[in-house]
Each structure stands twice: as structure tokens, then as C-alpha cells.
């Protein structure tokens, strides 16, 4: 009996995760070069508030230009945002959201130097399902296209934009703006095309 409640249990739990799902645009956003001046404020004797304002200010401004293109913030991550929009979002504006959040720094006078705020961002499409467990997120998305988000942010390079070919397919091959293609093994993934655009 205890194994008969086990699988019962098991089903509700998997109907119930089949039920919570959605398309959905998924976009990374990362502070560059953090750690290393994290690292130079602290060997300097400079106070931690230096360097967490810095961040701070980042997160917040990448924020505000989440919601204001309609977006949903899951969670910061350190240095990190992770962003989603509805999969009737126009594919044209979560891309110009990442563009200027990447834009959006270039004129900060107090951050110049190697203390410049640059940033990079990874954006996908594809189905995910609710994996938040606590009431304060409704929905943080798990799945594939999460996962690869997050390995294509980690070989972006600062001022750079990646996107999946899933994402590329939604927007119809509409993309105005130069963007380099290219194949990468990523981990857990397998062999992966991605496009690059560089936000100058």
C-alpha cells in the first residue's frame, strides 16, 4: 500500500508540473568584470559598499528595463538577472531590451575607468515549467531552454548579446541587427547553434 500512494503521489506531482508549463522568452543579464573589481576595491582597504553599490545600481537599472518592456523578473543571482516575457511578447523587444540594458551605462560619470559598468546578456525561447517553491515567485522557470540560456551567458563577452537558434525562428530570421552565427558543444546541452550580436 505505502508503494501503491508512493506512485499515486508521484502522479498527481507529475500531472500537476505538466499543467504548470508555458513558452516563454527567457533572458540572462551579467554584470562583467565584477569579481575582479570586487577583488581591487578589497586589496585597496576600500569599504565593501563600493563595490555592492556598483552592483546594486547595475541590478537595479537592468530591472527597471525588464519591466519596462513588459517583463517579469524571477531573481538576481549575485551580479545576475534572470527575466522572463510571454510568449506573446514581441521577439522584437525582449531583444531590444537586452540592447539597452547593455546600452544603458555608457554615460555614467562615477563609472569610468575599471570601474566602467559593462554587462552581457543571453536570450532563448522554448517550453519550461513552474519550478518556484516559495509564494513570493508564481512562476520560475525550469527546463531545457533555461539551461541553455544560462550556458550561452557564460560564453557572451562583455557588450555581447547571444541567442539560441529557437530564438532566431521565432522572430522569423527578423533580425535587424549584424549578428555573427556559430556551433558550440555546451555542457549538458550537446552541439548548440547561436547567433551573436555585439551592443555597441
Known amino acids: 500500500m505505502k508503494r501503491q500512494r508512493r506512485v499515486e503521489n508521484l502522479s498527481h506531482l507529475v500531472e500537476s508540473l505538466v499543467a504548470d508549463s508555458a513558452d516563454v522568452f527567457l533572458l540572462f543579464v551579467d554584470l562583467c568584470g565584477s569579481t575582479q573589481y570586487k577583488q581591487t576595491i578589497i586589496t585597496q582597504g576600500h569599504p565593501d ?6 552592483q546594486l545600481i547595475f541590478l537595479q537599472r537592468a530591472a527597471d528595463l525588464v519591466k519596462k518592456y513588459e517583463g517579469i523578473i524571477v531573481k538576481t543571482i549575485g551580479d545576475e538577472l534572470f527575466a ?6 514581441n521577439p522584437a523587444d525582449v531583444l531590444k ?3 539597452d540594458i547593455l546600452q544603458g551605462f555608457k554615460n555614467l560619470k562615477s563609472y569610468r575607468g575599471n570601474a566602467k559598468i559593462e554587462a552581457k546578456a543571453s536570450i532563448d525561447f522554448g517550453p519550461t515549467y513552474n519550478g ?3 509564494n513570493s515567485v508564481p512562476y520560475d522557470p525550469i527546463g531545457k531552454a533555461v539551461d541553455r540560456c544560462a550556458r550561452l551567458n557564460s560564453i557572451a563577452k562583455n ?16 533580425i535587424p541587427y549584424a549578428h555573427k ?20
Do not use: H, M, P
Not at 552541439?191 to 551592443?199: D, G, L, Q, R
Open 49 to 54: 559598499l563600493i563595490w555592492i553599490f556598483r
Open 97 to 99: 531590451c537586452a540592447i
Open 84 to 89: 522572463y516575457f510571454e510568449a506573446t511578447t
Open 159 to 174: 557588450n555581447e548579446i547571444v541567442f539560441s537558434g529557437d530564438f532566431k525562428s521565432v522572430t522569423q530570421s527578423k
Open 132 to 134: 518556484s517553491i516559495v
Open 181 to 200: 552565427q556559430s556551433t558550440k558543444v555546451l555542457k549538458g546541452i550537446g552541439k548548440t547553434i547561436y547567433f551573436t550580436i555585439v551592443a555597441k
